[in-house]
């Protein structure tokens, strides 16, 4: 199973992106869509989940900043990065969670640096 993340980038303090998490039809319908980062040095931490009916979740420190919402006609969930600061550079992992099974993309690294 393949997730297929885009959108990241080198973007100043103050500034916005959008990550985006494609996968296939039958996980995306049924399992939590989240995002996870890791920053160097430092362990991979929970950013973001959505579930299948849109209920969010987030960590406090992305709390008012970031969104995270789904696309289920385009089996996409994206993530909205807003006011982003030196301390959000990571490498951002779309993550797909069932009780049986969990899926990770390959990253796509976000650099907030001025």
């Known amino acids: 199973v393949q997730l297929v993340e885009s959108g990241g980038g080198l973007v100043q303090p103050g500034a916005s992106l959008r990550l985006s998490c494609a996968a296939p039809?039958?996980?995306?319908?049924?399992?939590?869509m989240g995002w996870y980062r890791q920053a160097p040095g430092k362990q991979r931490e929970f950013v973001a989940t959505?579930?299948?009916?849109?209920?969010?979740n987030y960590a406090d420190s992305v709390k008012g900043r970031f969104t995270i919402a789904r696309d289920n006609a385009k089996n996409t969930v994206y993530l909205q990065m807003n006011s982003l600061k030196p301390e959000d550079t990571a490498v951002y992992y779309c993550?797909?969670?069932?009780?049986?099974?969990?899926?990770w993309g390959q990253g796509t690294q976000v650099t907030v640096s001025s």
């Open positions: 039809g039958r996980i995306f319908k049924v399992y939590v």
């Open positions: 993550n797909a969670y069932s009780p049986v099974k969990t899926y």
């Open positions: 959505i579930t299948s009916g849109r209920i969010t």
